[in-house]
């Protein structure tokens, strides 16, 4: 009976506990954020929950609900990762919203932009988000172009999906595009017939890919308009610092390492010491 009571009074203290598992991986969850690498031109940031904006510069950290706008004849990149390995490029008159604590989204109510996603973590996605389509890959090269009445994906790298949505936001259809086609999608519309990628767009893609290898690569001085890239600077910084970082943790780990064993050790020694009195020959007394 006694047994039952306290089984009795166990459950009871569990069923009024709050759930804190999930809140404890929850506190854990940092927000991610991303960086201006180039500007060319006028563009424009408006950070997450401000009315004004701010001109764009390299080197600007971008979090989730930020807003980037370019004029004409203008451009931003914006690199997700230290490595510069997730890129994208948001072209001229065109507006993008970063969405998602892990940045995996990009809103994109108009005009065009360009993306390099070549190192995710497993199981996660990147994607652009028009009003009528979404388009994404684990790891691929691509282009999305949002206009008034329809979207454009063109796929340059690997294989990326295409989804449409109605006005709803009901899924219509979703298909596959591998390299070297593209879609169209009529605003609400399902996707169109698979087209073949001209020379003209293939050759773009080359050309742009080469200028941000250029861009990218340590100690370069320019821009792909002449100016001097502040980008640069900032990067070797960040890399020095991010690579003392790493040392760091590595020290202090290595430092609890070896606490740890001294501490075995040290208790090793006592449970072998011989129970001698302290003055006995070869002993010391404490």
């Known amino acids: 009976m006694k047994r039952f009571y306290v089984i009795t009074a166990i459950a009871a203290v569990f069923a009024i506990m709050p759930p804190v598992l999930p809140h404890a991986y929850a506190a854990k969850e940092a927000e991610k954020t991303a960086k201006v690498t180039f500007v060319q031109g006028d563009a424009k940031v408006q950070k997450s929950g401000a009315t004004a904006w701010d001109t764009a510069k390299a080197g600007l950290v971008l979090s989730d609900g930020d807003t980037i706008k370019t004029a004409k004849a203008s451009a931003v990149e914006i690199s997700f990762d230290k490595n510069n390995k997730n890129m994208v490029r948001l072209e001229e008159e065109s507006t993008a919203i970063l969405r998602g604590k892990s940045l995996n989204r990009i809103e994109l109510p108009v005009g065009r932009i360009r993306s390099l996603v070549k190192s995710l973590k497993k199981e996660s996605s990147f994607d652009i988000k028009t009003p009528t389509v979404v388009a994404g890959a684990r790891g691929s090269g691509w282009d999305v172009i949002a206009s008034d009445k329809r979207d454009n994906v063109k796929a340059f790298e690997d294989e990326i999906f295409v989804q449409s949505y109605d006005q709803q936001g009901k899924l219509i259809k979703e298909i596959f595009v591998r390299e070297g086609w593209e879609v169209l999608v009529d605003r609400f519309q399902s996707p169109g017939e698979l087209i073949e990628l001209t020379d003209k767009d293939r050759n773009d893609w080359s050309s742009w890919r080469d200028d941000l290898s250029g861009r990218l690569e340590?100690?370069?001085?320019?821009?792909?308009?002449?100016?001097?890239?502040?980008?640069?600077?900032?990067?070797?910084?960040?890399?020095?610092?991010?690579?003392?970082?790493?040392?760091?943790?590595?020290?202090?780990?290595?430092?609890?390492?070896?606490?740890?064993?001294?501490?075995?050790?040290?208790?090793?020694?006592?449970?072998?010491?011989?129970?001698?009195?302290?003055n006995s020959p070869g002993f010391v007394c404490p």
Request: glycine share 10%; with cysteine; charged share 40%.
């Open 218 to 278: 340590p100690g370069n001085t320019g821009g792909q308009d002449g100016s001097p890239s502040q980008f640069n600077g900032i990067q070797d910084i960040q890399g020095r610092l991010d690579e003392q970082e790493d040392f760091k943790d590595q020290v202090l780990e290595t430092e609890d390492i070896r606490k740890v064993e001294d501490r075995v050790e040290n208790d090793n020694r006592i449970e072998q010491k011989p129970s001698e009195p302290c």
